[in-house]
């Protein structure tokens, strides 16, 4: 069981966190004690996106080891270099599905808010690395106009708060947003994607716990873990206290190469998953984002080790194997053979 002597994270020190984080190649071989190959192309990269690693995360990477999963995920490579015939700009072609600045409504029922731009970690795989975001939270003129559109649509019982990372907006631009949003009588469910939780646990506030306390809508919160050692105590504990005001915990991950492709480093992410008690939700298969191809996994490959996690645990730690098409009605579903 997670202790409950537990550090009270004061409304700041996240803030403070995040500005220390590490933030070039330079700096994140320094302090991974690891050198790079081809470093002249790699330096490339990091100027396409660039490097962003906080302390709690960096903390969690073995030092000396230029394979450790953790830092795999957030290394600039050369290879992000290459041209790969189908890796794309815009995968999902999303700025199709944008009704009103900031909201996309590409699934019944449900919409998506980038409300804010920035993320606290920058994940080389992402596909929103390529987007024209700026480091803004959503303007109170958007949000007005984003209102008006859930308003005005009897069908959308769920607003789902992304980004870039939803909880990089500060926890009164939370309140505001959140008491806009339960206002609307047909909006039931608030739906927060975030990495913030794993990356900075200090970003779990008791103001923040507050907000979702004292909220009538349902909120559930999908984190996004790729590796176990991503889950340490500090994370236990900012999840515990999420549980504990009646946070809906779900986890995603996405299938990357070098980082959880076996089967023993999806079974040790779900096993700590559930430890935590954290439903499993998605496994996504990688969107095919320019500058991400060294990160695939073949189908085959991907459906062999899902059958074997289907194999391997119990039904209700299975996560669906998804991967996301530009123009479906939801995320299409694979199964094993
Ligand atoms: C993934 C996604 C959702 C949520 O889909 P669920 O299957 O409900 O998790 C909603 N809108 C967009 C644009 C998405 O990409
Ligand atoms: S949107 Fe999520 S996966 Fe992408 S860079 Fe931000 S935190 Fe990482």
């Known amino acids: 069981m997670i202790a409950r002597s537990e550090p009270i994270w004061q409304s700041d020190d996240w803030q403070i966190v995040l500005k220390n984080s590490i933030r070039t190649l330079g700096d994140l071989c320094e302090a991974a004690n690891i050198q790079i190959d081809e470093l002249p192309i790699a330096l490339q990269a990091e100027k396409s996106f660039r490097v962003m690693v906080p302390a709690p995360y ?43 600045p900031g909201l996309i409504h590409k699934y019944h029922g449900r919409v998506l808010l980038i409300s804010h731009a920035a993320c606290a970690v920058h994940c080389r795989y992402c596909f929103r690395r390529h987007f024209p975001y700026s480091e803004n939270a959503l303007t109170q003129d958007q949000l007005i106009k984003v209102c008006e559109y859930i308003q005005a649509d009897q069908s959308i019982h769920e607003v789902i708060l992304s980004g870039g990372d939803p909880l990089m907006n500060k926890d009164e631009q939370l309140a505001k947003l959140i008491s806009a949003i339960e206002a609307i009588p047909h909006v039931e469910t608030l739906r927060v994607h975030t990495r913030l939780p794993i990356v900075i646990p200090e970003r779990v506030t008791n103001g923040l716990l507050d907000l979702f306390k004292g909220t009538r809508l349902k909120v559930v919160m999908v984190i996004h873990a790729n590796h176990a050692n991503e889950l340490d105590q500090a994370v236990a504990t900012a999840l515990y206290r999420l549980a504990e005001v009646s946070v809906r915990l779900l986890n995603q991950s996405v299938y990357l190469k070098g980082v959880n492709a076996s089967l023993q480093g999806q079974l040790s992410l779900l096993r700590r998953l559930h430890h935590l008690d954290v439903q499993p939700y998605y496994l996504h298969l990688l969107d095919k984002t320019k500058g991400a191809a060294h990160y695939l996994v073949a189908d085959e490959l991907a459906l062999e080790v899902y059958s074997q996690i289907q194999a391997n645990l119990p039904g209700y730690l299975v996560p669906t194997l998804v991967r996301e098409k530009p123009h479906e009605l939801n995320k299409r579903r694979l199964d094993s053979r």
């Open 58 to 100: 960096l903390s969690r990477i073995e030092k000396g080891n230029p394979t450790d999963p953790l830092l795999l995920q957030v290394l600039p490579s050369a290879k992000e270099m290459l041209d790969v015939p189908g890796f794309v700009n815009d995968p999902l072609e999303e700025e199709q599905f944008t009704k009103v």
